[in-house]
């Protein structure tokens, strides 16, 4: 809740005009009944028509000048929270966006798409109810009891006490219901999570036939969701008939009690009709203030968990600026390096060195599990080091800002991922100012440009979200071409050959080799054949460095790498 404050100071005129506007159509609300009493009173009791039509005319006015506050109201309520959402928004995924890789790991994409969604939406519509009612049911509540004081101070007593017992009956029943409402929400995210497991993996639920199975993971809790809904229900369906009973007594006993001073000439017919008309107000504000506090409740629970996102801070921070030289002959030095990912007690990487010269093509293979990936997320500086040191052109990496840092690599992750747009679109990542040219260039190096020229638009075809209207090879080939057109320093291939025939793989390296300029490669694969060249070949086995050298030299040397290469031999030689 502390974030909020600083965005409704953003937004305090019209946070103080929405509550005044309110205020003033619940005066306007409090002056009915009474006028009300005068018309019944004077006009109809001595038959002056004139003061019936004079009556009318200003209830008329006074609900038109309510409609128009509620409107105005009701504008700068929804502009405020509007405001305060869009803001808040703006500045949760501005703060997403400068997390490092620790934090997002730790606290999960689907919970942060939550909180920019759900969560920011509750906090909305909590501003928006509350601007407009948290002062206007209040100032009706004992408004209407303070007119009912100066009509009769005696029958004014059952105001207060219908005001108490409604009050502990609608309290009563929040206080029930609003843990069952937590529950409720826990299981529905759990519902929510079946949902999207099996609509995005619907695929390999009908490839292994686990429709059925699904289906009853699915109708349990779906069960478990209904049940505590009706449970909570059950309470909540309470409040009405218990607040109609108790505002009902309370207008028999006022019509009874001003029946007898009518009777005795204490009061007129019109000032009981006012009383039975507060009742009823009192009546409608209590209910409106319960759901209120609900909305509310909620509402502050959301922007609590929106603060914990903005309370984390990013572990790894870099330089504002840097212009460092980038002369050395040293494109990557890894000196001693260990790294553990948080809340595991076993290093991923242990005590790692070696030296990338300019140019190279360095080959990175080893067991599933064994490092290579937290390896090369090194370098671009995505994760830090624990101990040790890693240098990009004779700098740690710490000295780099991020825009040169990331300048300097292009990186090709383990999943090729796109984005809605179009081919252009998703090259341009890469250079923003990229050409046609440069881009053909690109698409020509990643053995891309072929299925691009087959396609109806080139360059304008669209690419839907994630990719999905392409194979995983063309997804693949497009992603190396889009960090090719950033012309990097340092390429880094994370196993992002895969999906590519041998044939395929074998020219995108060979066009890679025949690049002008002095680019380091770094090469993530499981296939040794996709190695061979290399200039240096790095081992891994479960996180230390088992083996580094030339293809040749590690078949002699390293058992770790005789072993991977023999596993894949008779394959791969049938492959070429």
């Known amino acids: 809740m502390k974030h909020l404050s600083k965005y409704l100071k953003r937004n305090r005129k019209e ?22 009493a005068v018309m019944i009173n004077t006009g109809i009791g001595k038959h002056d028509n004139a003061l019936i039509i004079r009556c009318s005319i200003l209830l008329v006015v006074l609900a038109l000048a309510g409609l128009a506050l509620s409107f105005a109201a009701q504008f700068f309520a929804a502009k405020a929270a509007t405001s305060v959402a869009a803001d808040l928004r703006h500045d949760l995924f501005a703060h997403i966006l400068s997390l490092g890789a620790p934090e997002t790991d730790r606290i999960g994409a689907g919970t942060l798409i939550t909180r920019m969604s759900s969560d920011l939406n509750q906090v909305q519509n909590g501003i928006n109810l509350f601007l407009r009612l948290f002062l206007r049911s209040p100032f009706i509540v004992f408004g209407a009891m303070i007119m009912a004081f100066t009509i009769n101070s005696r029958i004014a007593l059952i105001f207060a006490g219908a005001i108490v017992i409604l009050s ?51 109708q349990a809790a779906n069960k478990e969701l209904v049940l505590d809904q009706m449970g909570v229900g059950r309470i909540s369906a309470l409040l009405n008939p218990f607040t109609y009973v108790v505002v009902n007594l309370g207008i028999v006993a006022i019509i009874r009690m001003g029946g007898l001073y009518v009777n005795s000439g204490i009061m007129n017919t019109g000032e009981v009709i006012a009383l039975v008309n507060y009742m009823s107000q009192i009546l409608v504000e209590l209910v409106k203030l319960a759901n209120l506090f609900v909305q509310c409740t909620k509402a502050a629970a959301c922007a609590d968990r929106v603060g914990d996102v903005l309370d984390t801070e990013p572990s790894i921070r870099f330089v504002e600026e840097s212009d460092l030289s980038v002369d050395s002959e040293e494109a990557v030095r890894f000196d001693h390096v260990s790294v553990s990912y948080g809340g595991s007690g076993k290093e991923a990487l242990s005590d790692i060195s070696f030296c990338a010269k300019r140019g190279q093509t360095i080959g990175i293979i080893g067991g599933t599990g064994s490092g290579k990936t937290t390896l090369v997320s090194l370098i671009p500086r995505f994760y830090e080091a624990d101990s040790g040191s890693v240098s990009v052109f004779g700098h740690p990496v710490e000295e780099y800002s991020a825009a040169q840092l990331k300048g300097m690599i292009g990186m090709v992750l383990q999943k090729a991922r796109l984005f809605s747009g179009t081919i252009r679109t998703n090259l341009r990542w890469g250079n923003p100012d990229a050409s046609d040219e440069d881009l053909w260039q690109a698409l020509k190096t990643a053995q891309a440009e072929e299925f691009v020229r087959q396609k109806k638009d080139g360059l304008d075809e669209e690419v839907e979200q994630g990719g999905r209207n392409l194979s995983g090879g063309q997804r693949q080939r497009l992603t190396i071409a889009r960090a090719l057109v950033g012309n990097p320093s340092i390429l880094i291939l ?49 996180g230390a460095l088992a083996g580094i050298g030339t293809h040749d030299q590690l078949l002699k040397e390293c058992p770790v790498y005789r072993e991977i290469y023999d596993s894949q031999f008779r394959k791969e030689e049938s492959g070429s």
Do not use: W
């Open 15 to 36: 946070c103080i005009l929405a509550p005044l506007f309110k205020m003033l159509e619940a005066l306007f609300d409090l002056f009915v009944p009474m006028v009300i």
């Open 168 to 218: 502990l009956i609608i309290f009563g029943i929040m206080r029930l219901t609003s843990p069952g409402y937590k529950k409720i929400q826990g299981k529905l995210d759990r519902l929510t999570v079946l949902a999207r497991e099996n609509l995005t993996g619907v695929r390999v639920v009908r490839a292994f036939g686990m429709e059925s199975k699904e289906k009853k993971r699915f």
């Open 494 to 542: 994370d196993d992002s050959a895969s999906a590519l025939d041998f044939a395929t793989d074998a020219a995108l390296r060979a066009a890679l080799r025949d690049l002008p300029g002095q680019m380091t490669v770094f090469i993530v694969s499981q296939r040794t054949s996709s190695l061979q060249h290399a200039d240096q070949i790095l081992v891994l086995d479960d």
